[in-house]
Each structure stands twice: as structure tokens, then as C-alpha cells.
């Protein structure tokens, strides 16, 4: 139960998108909701050591209420600890930002560079980032946004956890104005799967393979690169390796190959995915059988 004389400022995080049946989004997955609550606790735990609430030595607690019915909601209170002693009265975070605000500004410094920056005679920095946006951003948070970097861009890929989910096309948050708040507040935006794509971990790299076969005709040969040729199938037409040296010795004496031909190819399927880019590259390994198309007078 929270302490009604404490301070407090609310976040709420609505997940939108759409069920597989075509039906609104109404559950997320329970990985996804941890890693959500995981995210925001870490960002509000680094930005009020840093000062940027306002809260003094006690500092806050970050709570969480039941979702509302109709919607899949997340509704989260920071509270201030102590509030009775007079550093931590309501006062003491008059024009200080809420936790939405702290999120926009994470969030920007993620996807956006620094392209100039000043500092106001205020105590706040005027920000200009290289998509043409400006931002007066409070001193405290500014000396945090320039540090944890690889840390913060954690907290941010499980704040936005559920949009790895295809169902969850937005994350629109949400929280009231914060008392005499500056202009550039930010209690209200939606976050995208760019977004999410922006703070996924660089080194976020998954290796796969798997070795199949497949019909295929020779669209393209190289003599001089065995690593140039390409094959054709039915669904693509993809760059290969040709690794067969018993078929590569029998092209180089000869081997006359048409267009029509087909082959029966032995392969593997080297992947690699990176930040969400899928790359996939073929390998040759065996050239199992070859024929001729039936119109050609002779096969191999």
C-alpha cells in the first residue's frame, strides 16, 4: 500500500497490437512483462542516484498497480521513501522530471547523436540532436545520459521487451504533467519497433546452421572463384560455394552445363543474425545427381 503523503509521479505503459485471431492485443508474454518491470526499475534507480528526481539520500521505490480491465495496461508509481522529512517533501521535486520523461529522454539519446549542446544560465542543458530536434534537459539528467551507456540500452531492450513479439506493434506511455515541469516534458509518446531495434545489444549475435538438399539449376558458373557461383531453386536464386571437387575437376575438363540442367544439390545453410538482420550463406558441399532437361538429346 503506498504512503498517500509521499510524492509520487505515474507511468503507464499500454502494449497495442493485435491477437492472432485479429482480436486487440489482450496478453503479453510473462518473460516480456518481467523484463518490462526489470527495465524501468534500472532506469529509475540510475537516474534518482544521479539526482535527476530530485528525491534526496532516502531515495524511491518503484510500485506497480493491477492493469485495467479492456486493455493490456502497466501502471507504475514512484515513490518517493521518507517523505515526512522536509528534503523530501513534495516541494523539494517541484520542476524536476517524471519517469515518462526520463524514459523519452533514454530513449532519444539511443537513437538520435548529440550534434550540439549548451549549457543555460537555468542550471539546464540545451541539447540539439542530429534529427533536427532540440531538448532542454535538466543538468542531472544530462551527466547521466552520458554515462552506463551499454547499461541504459539494457534497461530500454527490457522496458520495450514486448516488441520483439510481432502481435505488439506500439508502447505508448503515458503520465500526467509533472508540476511546473519544463516545456520540453515529455508525459506522453509512443515508442515503435525502431525504437526497440535502436537499443538492441550489438554483440546480440546468433549463429545457425543446417545441411539439406535441394533441386537446383546453375544460373551462374565462375572458373576462377569457386565461391562465386549461384544456384536457382524454385524459391530463390542465391550466391554459393561451390565445395564438390570431384564435380568442380569434371567442370574444369569439360562438363558442358545448360541452363536447363538440374541438379540435386547436397548444402549447407550457414545463418547469421544480427541485431535482427537475418543473413544467410550456401555451401555446396556435394552435387549428389545431374540431368538434362527432357527436350536435350543426352544426359551426363
Known amino acids: 500500500m503506498t504512503d498517500e503523503t509521499a510524492p ?3 507511468l503507464r505503459l499500454r502494449f497495442v497490437g493485435t491477437e492472432e485471431d485479429g482480436q486487440p492485443l489482450h496478453e503479453l508474454r510473462a518473460a516480456h512483462v518481467a523484463e518490462v518491470l526489470q527495465g524501468i526499475v534500472g532506469l529509475s534507480s540510475d537516474f534518482a542516484k544521479a539526482g535527476a528526481f530530485g528525491d534526496g539520500p532516502a531515495g524511491s521505490e518503484v510500485l506497480v498497480r493491477p492493469a485495467q480491465e479492456g486493455s493490456f495496461v502497466i501502471e507504475v508509481l514512484r515513490e518517493v521513501l521518507d517523505a515526512t522529512e522536509s528534503v523530501h517533501d513534495a516541494a523539494a521535486v517541484v520542476g524536476a522530471p517524471g519517469l515518462a520523461t526520463i524514459v523519452w529522454y533514454a530513449t532519444k539519446s539511443a537513437r538520435a547523436e548529440v550534434s550540439d549542446f549548451e549549457y543555460l544560465e537555468n542550471g539546464n542543458v540545451k541539447v540539439s540532436w542530429q ?3 532540440v531538448d532542454e534537459i535538466p543538468a542531472a539528467v544530462w551527466i547521466e545520459l552520458n554515462k552506463r ?4 540500452k539494457k534497461h530500454l531492450r527490457q522496458l520495450m521487451a514486448p516488441l520483439s513479439d510481432e502481435r505488439v506493434t506500439n508502447l505508448e506511455v503515458k503520465a500526467p504533467p509533472v508540476v511546473d515541469a519544463p516545456a520540453d516534458d515529455h508525459p506522453t509518446f509512443t515508442l515503435a519497433r525502431e525504437d526497440y531495434d535502436s537499443v538492441r545489444d550489438e554483440d546480440e549475435i546468433e549463429e545457425n546452421a543446417r545441411i539439406f538438399e535441394t533441386e537446383a539449376s546453375m544460373s551462374a558458373i565462375d572458373f576462377d572463384d569457386a565461391r562465386k557461383w549461384r544456384v536457382r531453386t524454385p524459391e530463390q536464386n542465391k550466391t554459393a560455394t561451390m565445395e564438390d571437387a570431384d564435380f568442380l575437376q569434371k567442370v574444369a575438363t569439360g562438363l558442358a552445363i ?3 540442367d538440374i541438379f ?3 548444402v549447407r545453410e550457414d545463418t547469421v543474425t544480427k541485431n535482427g538482420r537475418r543473413r544467410a550463406k550456401w555451401t555446396v558441399l556435394q552435387v549428389v545427381n545431374h540431368r538434362r532437361a527432357v527436350h536435350d ?4
Open 131 to 133: 534529427d533536427d530536434t
Open 8 to 10: 509520487t509521479n505515474t
Open 149 to 152: 551507456k551499454r547499461r541504459r
Open 264 to 266: 540435386r544439390l547436397r
Open 258 to 260: 545448360r541452363s536447363s
Open 297 to 300: 538429346d543426352d544426359d551426363s
